[in-house]
């Protein structure tokens, strides 16, 4: 995609799975990235990972739970690019219970990082994206908070809470040409999910119309798709990338 060659995307939760194969797809196409994560070491990896294939990058250590970290993190981000294009919220933690058992720790800290640290990183990068009336968002939300998941309230609500957080916004700067958009990953192969057992897997490939997990880049050709000229069009909306797991 040409058009996005040149590009600078900031990415969060990027120094492994989804985050870092989105970083990859999007340096294929000619996006420079700067690659927020808490594990400072494995953001820097995805930055080298990105400096073999030709492109720049920048690895940043940041809780994004933290507004004051976040601001810090983007005054580095434009000292070393002066225009942010494209902003990937994908930086999320699972704490699953049943509800009856859930602390309010693994309440609280699921929907700190999912929904507050989205809100954070968002109003910090679309303040300078305002500026140069550009910009793409797209946050990663879940079909869980969608269809719901026994032992996953917290993510589900803040799943929910992200696809409402991103109709209202996308309302609020389409007047801008910023536009903001949610992806709803389905099963996809990570760390996250790798960790299941089989019994627990082959039920959820049941329920795949498809028959068969996602993978990141999956989720990386949706990203594209919306963060380039294809998608100038389309904001406010939830692309499901499922194998068909919701059918809205
Ligand atoms: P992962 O656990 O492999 O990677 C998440 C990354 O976020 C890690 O590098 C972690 O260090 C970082 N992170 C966590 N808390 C952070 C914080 N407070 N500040 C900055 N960085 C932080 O997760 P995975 O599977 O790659 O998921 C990425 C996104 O996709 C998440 O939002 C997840 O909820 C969503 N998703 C994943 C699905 C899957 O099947 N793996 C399905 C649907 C959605």
Redesign the pocket.
């Known amino acids: 995609m040409k058009e996005l060659e040149g590009n600078v995307a900031v990415i969060?939760?990027?120094?492994?799975?989804?985050?870092?194969d989105i970083a990859l797809a999007l340096g294929d196409h000619g996006v420079d990235v700067a690659v927020?994560?808490?594990?400072l070491a494995?953001a820097g990896e995805t930055v080298a990972m990105l400096k073999e294939k030709g492109r720049d990058g920048l690895a940043l250590k940041?809780?994004?739970?933290d507004y004051e970290e976040v601001q810090e993190c983007f005054r580095e981000i434009l000292g070393w690019r002066e225009q942010i294009h494209i902003l990937v919220n994908?930086?999320?933690?699972?704490r699953d219970n049943l509800l009856l058992r859930m602390g309010e720790d693994e309440w609280k800290s699921v929907i700190d990082?999912?929904l507050t640290?989205t809100f954070n990183v968002t109003k910090v990068a679309t303040k300078h994206m305002f500026k140069k009336r550009y910009g793409r968002v797209i946050n990663?939300?879940?079909?869980?908070g969608q269809m719901g998941n026994a032992g996953q309230s917290n993510?589900g609500a803040s799943?929910a809470g992200i696809i409402g957080f991103t109709k209202s916004v996308a309302r609020e700067f389409a007047p801008r040409n910023v536009t903001v958009n949610a992806i709803?990953?389905?099963?996809?192969?990570?760390?996250?999910?790798a960790v299941l057992p089989e019994e627990v897997r082959e039920g959820m490939r049941r329920m795949i119309p498809l028959g068969k997990f996602?993978t990141?880049a999956d989720?990386a050709n949706v990203v594209l798709f919306l963060s380039s000229g294809l998608g100038s069009y389309v904001t406010g909306q939830v692309i499901n990338c499922d194998g068909g797991m919701v059918m809205a």
């Open positions: 969060t939760g990027a120094g492994q799975g989804i985050g870092r927020i994560d808490v594990n494995t940041c809780n994004i739970v994908n930086a999320g933690i699972t990082v999912n640290g990663i939300a879940s079909v869980i993510y799943k709803a990953p389905g099963f996809i192969e990570t760390a996250m999910t996602g990141g989720v």
